[in-house]
């Protein structure tokens, strides 16, 4: 079965970075774009970054401005995010998603697969 296993969570302070990565098995990575999407308390799930399932196609969510990169590794199947500069508002669980021949689409339905998420927690 699809599994997506997030790690790399944690508590930071403003102003810090955090590296995330999602292990990927039970599918052909290569087939699925890869996604990140988050989740603060009391918020709907909110698109992060999205990368195609080929090609260099990457999206970001608005909210990001230069601060987060994502990139995969087909030879891992991983993909990760890298976010420097966090804010407070950044806090949230988030999650990994997989979405077959996918565009790199920011709509949570492209998705079929997710893992179980990972907290995020920035201090001021």
């Known amino acids: 079965q699809v599994q997506l296993v997030e790690s790399g969570g944690g508590l930071v302070q403003a102003g810090g970075s955090l590296r995330l990565s999602c292990a990927a098995s039970?599918?052909?990575?290569?087939?699925?774009?890869m996604g990140w999407f988050r989740q603060a308390p009391g918020k709907e799930r909110e698109f992060v970054a999205a990368i195609r399932w080929r090609g260099v196609y990457i999206k970001y969510g608005d909210f990001v401005k230069g601060r987060f990169t994502i990139s995969r590794d087909t030879s891992k199947n991983t993909v990760s995010l890298q976010m420097n500069s966090l804010k407070p508002e950044d806090t949230a669980v988030y999650y990994c998603?997989?979405?077959?021949?996918?565009?790199?689409?920011?709509?949570?339905?492209?998705?079929?697969?997710w893992g179980q998420g990972t907290q995020i927690t920035v201090s001021s």
């Open positions: 998603a997989a979405g077959y021949r996918g565009d790199g689409s920011p709509r949570i339905t492209e998705y079929a697969y």
């Open positions: 039970g599918l052909t990575f290569s087939n699925y774009a």
